[in-house]
Nanobody, 127 residues
Framework: QVQLVESGGGLVQAGGSLRLSCAAS????????MGWFRQAPGKEREFVAA????????KYADSVKGRFTASRDNAKNTVYLQMNSLKPEDTAVYYC????????????????????WGQGTQVTVSS
């Protein structure tokens, strides 16, 4: 199994930036995709961004395109989510997830497709 630990959340004013990190265990396969999701109170967990370990292919939700950037450091088994121009609507608990893709080429964007999850980190954006 893959173990994930998120960090980097906090309180920031609208327009500010935060960088989230997700450290994965050394057992992460090169064929895995790493996804970032968020969940606000009373809402379902929604897709934010994803990146593949091997090629670094990224995918973003429309709501964060141009503001958020996913990246990874394979040597450190860590993925990042750089969040710029934060809005109060971005307030949520952010989770990273991992899913084995095998030879598939489509990066999943639904929570049900991810097998492993971190504990989440709170991001609060004040107006």
């Amino acid at each position: 199994q893959v173990q994930l630990v998120e960090s980097g959340g906090g309180l920031v004013q609208a327009g500010g930036s935060l960088r989230l990190s997700c450290a994965a265990s050394s057992r992460t396969f090169s064929t895995y995709a790493m996804g970032w999701f968020r969940q606000a109170p009373g809402k379902e967990r929604e897709f934010v961004a994803a990146i593949t370990w091997s090629s670094g292919i990224t995918k973003y939700a429309d709501s964060v395109k141009g503001r958020f950037t996913a990246s990874r450091d394979n040597a450190k088994n860590t993925v990042y989510l750089q969040m710029n121009s934060l809005k109060p609507e971005d307030t949520a608990v952010y989770y990273c997830g991992a899913t084995p893709m095998g030879f598939n080429v489509v990066v999943p964007t639904t929570p049900a497709r991810y097998d492993y999850w971190g504990q989440g980190t709170q991001v609060t954006v004040s107006s």
